[in-house]
């Protein structure tokens, strides 16, 4: 599991109660753990499986899981999909093709909305998947609330099950964290850089181009300086990101380069002598 430093609380705060995931009748192990891994990428514990072709507990959808042993570990088994969602107040069908059975359709975006207001009340709900080759029946379909299908081509709608299901994990979990991600730029530790100082950049590269004759013939100076300018304006530079371009230029112009007093020089952070 990779570990991230500075994590945003904002990505951690979810209050609402998270859906459960049902796999009804997996073949393939390997399937049962890329699953378990999708869902622990967006912060989903609760796997039920229904029939396993191949039992359980399974070391193949284990190593599948890429460490996801929290999922795993949970694993829950039952032998009809009735008992699985027992305990469940709402529940999704997830299907790729049209169906007989008389039910609202929604896209994953819609579902995770609805799903995260009832988990939100402290309802239990889940997501219904069917099999790898040929999904869920009708009568499962039944059983469910609503039908939950993605926005695919429909000419080849067919996703393997741990796509299906970290798809509708993503939209669950943007919906109950409003979008927060992870983490953002600091401008605590990359302050952007002042006016002052990306004005003496562009005069010292601007100068180090005159002494090889770039600007040609002069009286097109005026305009590419402009454009030079505007090439580096659009970057939003930061404080580090200017000294950096100042020691280019320098290392060009063949000058001699220092460490700043202030920095440490094994970060790397240098200054010309101009």
């Given at each position: 599991?990779?570990?991230?430093?500075?994590?945003?609380?904002?990505?951690?705060?979810?209050?609402?109660?998270?859906?459960?995931?049902?796999?009804?009748?997996?073949?393939?192990?390997?399937?049962?753990?890329?699953?378990a891994r999708?869902?622990?990428?967006?912060?989903?514990?609760?796997?039920?499986?229904?029939?396993?072709?191949?039992?359980?507990?399974?070391?193949?959808?284990?190593?599948?899981?890429?460490?996801?042993?929290?999922?795993?570990?949970?694993?829950?088994?039952?032998?009809?999909?009735?008992?699985?969602?027992?305990?469940?107040?709402?529940?999704?069908?997830?299907?790729?093709?049209?169906?007989?059975?008389?039910?609202?359709?929604?896209?994953?975006?819609?579902?995770?909305?609805?799903?995260?207001?009832?988990?939100?009340?402290?309802?239990?709900?889940?997501?219904?998947?069917?099999?790898?080759?040929?999904?869920?029946?009708?009568?499962?379909?039944?059983?469910?609330?609503?039908?939950?299908?993605?926005?695919?081509?429909?000419?080849?709608?067919?996703?393997?099950?741990?796509?299906?299901?970290?798809?509708?994990?993503?939209?669950?979990?943007?919906?109950?964290?409003?979008?927060?991600?992870?983490?953002?730029?600091?401008?605590?530790?990359?302050?952007?850089?002042?006016?002052?100082?990306?004005?003496r950049f562009?005069?010292?590269?601007?100068?180090?181009?005159?002494?090889?004759?770039?600007?040609?013939?002069?009286?097109?100076?005026?305009?590419?300086?402009?454009?030079?300018?505007?090439?580096?304006?659009k970057a939003?530079?930061?404080?580090?990101?200017?000294?950096?371009?100042?020691?280019?230029?320098?290392?060009?112009?063949?000058?001699?380069?220092?460490?700043?007093?202030?920095?440490?020089?094994?970060?790397?952070?240098?200054?010309?002598?101009?």
């Amino acid at each position: 599991m990779t570990r991230n430093t500075n994590i945003r609380d904002e990505a951690r705060q979810i209050d609402v109660r998270p859906p459960a995931v049902i796999l009804c009748e997996p073949q393939l192990g390997e399937n049962i753990g890329t699953a378990a891994r999708a869902m622990a990428n967006f912060g989903l514990t609760d796997l039920r499986i229904v029939n396993p072709r191949d039992g359980w507990p399974s070391e193949k959808a284990r190593a599948a899981a890429s460490r996801a042993d929290h999922v795993i570990d949970k694993v829950q088994v039952f032998d009809s999909v009735e008992a699985a969602i027992a305990d469940l107040t709402f529940v999704f069908a997830t299907t790729a093709r049209s169906r007989e059975v008389p039910k609202p359709v929604r896209g994953p975006d819609e579902a995770a909305e609805r799903v995260v207001g009832l988990g939100a009340s402290g309802q239990a709900t889940g997501y219904l998947f069917g099999r790898e080759r040929w999904g869920l029946n009708n009568d499962e379909v039944a059983l469910a609330d609503e039908i939950v299908t993605l926005p695919v081509d429909p000419d080849f709608a067919s996703l393997n099950i741990a796509q299906a299901v970290l798809v509708c994990a993503y939209e669950w979990r943007k919906i109950a964290t409003k979008g927060a991600l992870p983490f953002r730029l600091s401008e605590d530790e990359n302050p952007p850089a002042s006016k002052d100082d990306v004005m003496r950049f562009f005069e010292h590269i601007e100068g180090a181009l005159d002494n090889v004759t770039f600007f040609r013939p002069p009286e097109r100076r005026p305009h590419m300086v402009r454009t030079l300018r505007n090439i580096f304006q659009k970057a939003n530079l930061t404080d580090q990101e200017v000294r950096a371009l100042r020691g280019v230029v320098a290392a060009l112009e063949k000058r001699r380069t220092r460490p700043r007093p202030d920095q440490d020089t094994a970060s790397g952070d240098i200054e010309s002598d101009a």
